[in-house]
């Protein structure tokens, strides 16, 4: 009689998500005797992820990639050659690609998951949005054990339009490991400002995400220039690369306002310029939760972002920090020169966001997630070390 493991497979359209977000659920998987596989895009662009079977995919980011199709038929024949005890998809355009795929899997007992990151549709959106990425997600919850939802809106959502999905959840994002991201003291601060090249008296605003029409830094920007008469030493970092880094290093050019704006490129050290900043900002379009500004939050950050979906978890307006309309900019301005010269205000703020991190922590979040796919580990009532074949 040989043992057969479990098996449990992730799929996303880029592999570098499945490592920034899902490490500690692939290694939750393992600690359970699972054989874990993962299924994604650019398996070759990331070295180290913690599975024991890894399989490109050609998913495309974009929905109408012909790209698409070929992706489709390798999952299914993927799926036929494995029987996988559960599948937990990401990101839209692989969970859409992937769920029709897994329908006769499904049938013959695999769970499927999915994690939405962030719906393209929500309070605010276009009309064709809602018409599109709306009917789309309604309709492809038909084939879906578990959705799970990272924001109130999306939950509300999902629940008040009865998406006919068997189970619905929500969880506090993806965590933030607290180890890592924690307040520093004044001192320490100022050591982190020195050896990254900053002043003591510089006001510091952080925006960590990758470039893009969706987190939208041209927007921060374009502001740049009337905060600077209100707060004369403001500085605004800009960590990550991405499609629209050198439309933003010519807006920068083109305001004048170099000395202003740092671009960071991608970073190891997030930590540090975080800890070494005053303030988290964040302009997107369109946001899941945001894990920056929780990873802000944790280091005592008081934050400001616009008024939207995710954000609205995050932010209690006056507690921990402030929300802007995404349609006026100019909303920005009194809420950061409120911080920059009430130093009590500030403090106070500081904490409360500190505390508030604590329900957005890898703790939490894991706990919330090992509380659903314990409702799928012992799928169909046999316990992972009592499955066997002939």
């Not at 050609?58 to 038929?73: D, G, L, V």
């Amino acid at each position: 009689m040989i043992i057969e493991s479990p098996k449990v497979l992730f799929v996303a359209t880029m592999a570098r998500h499945i490592k920034a977000f899902h490490i500690p659920c692939l290694t939750f998987f393992k600690e359970m005797g699972y054989e874990v596989h993962v299924a994604a895009n650019d398996i070759d662009e990331v070295t180290i992820l913690d599975a024991d079977h890894i399989h490109p995919i050609s998913i495309a980011r974009k929905p109408f990639e012909f790209t698409n199709i070929k992706a489709y038929f390798q999952l299914k024949r993927l799926f036929s050659e494995h029987h996988f005890d559960m599948i937990h998809f990401h990101i839209p355009v692989s969970a859409a690609v992937g769920r029709l795929a897994a329908r006769t899997t499904r049938k013959n007992g695999t769970a499927v998951l999915y994690t939405a990151h962030g719906f393209n549709f929500f309070k605010g959106s276009s009309r064709s949005s809602w018409l599109l990425y709306f009917t789309i997600e309604k309709f492809l919850s038909r084939y879906t054990d578990c959705l799970i939802t990272i924001n109130q809106e999306d939950y509300e959502c999902a629940l008040t339009r009865n998406f006919p999905v068997k189970r619905l959840e929500k969880i506090n994002g993806m965590g933030v490991n607290l180890s890592r991201f924690f307040p520093v003291t004044n001192h320490r601060k100022q050591e982190l400002r020195a050896k990254h090249h900053f002043n003591e008296d510089d006001f510091i605003l952080v925006y960590a995400a990758e470039f893009s029409k969706r987190k939208n830094q041209e927007w921060l920007l374009k502001i740049l220039p009337e905060l600077k008469k209100e707060i004369p030493r403001i500085k605004l970092l800009l960590p990550g690369t991405g499609d629209t880094q050198t439309y933003c290093e010519t807006l920068v050019q083109q305001l004048k306002i170099e000395e202003c704006v740092r671009f960071l490129g991608f970073r190891k050290d997030i930590d540090e310029i975080v800890q070494l900043s005053d303030v988290g900002v964040s302009s997107s379009r369109n946001e899941g939760l945001g894990i920056h500004l929780v990873e802000d939050m944790a280091c005592g950050k008081p934050i400001i972002a616009t008024n939207l979906q995710g954000h609205k978890d995050l932010i209690k307006e006056n507690y921990n920090g402030y929300l802007v309309d995404i349609e006026n900019p100019e909303e920005i301005i009194q809420p950061l020169v409120n911080l920059y010269v009430n130093k009590e205000l500030y403090a106070e703020m500081s904490k409360n966001a500190l505390e508030h991190a604590h329900a957005f922590s890898l703790d939490t979040s894991m706990s919330q997630l090992a509380a659903i796919y314990h409702q799928y580990v012992t799928y169909k009532g046999v316990r992972a070390d009592e499955r066997t074949i002939s």
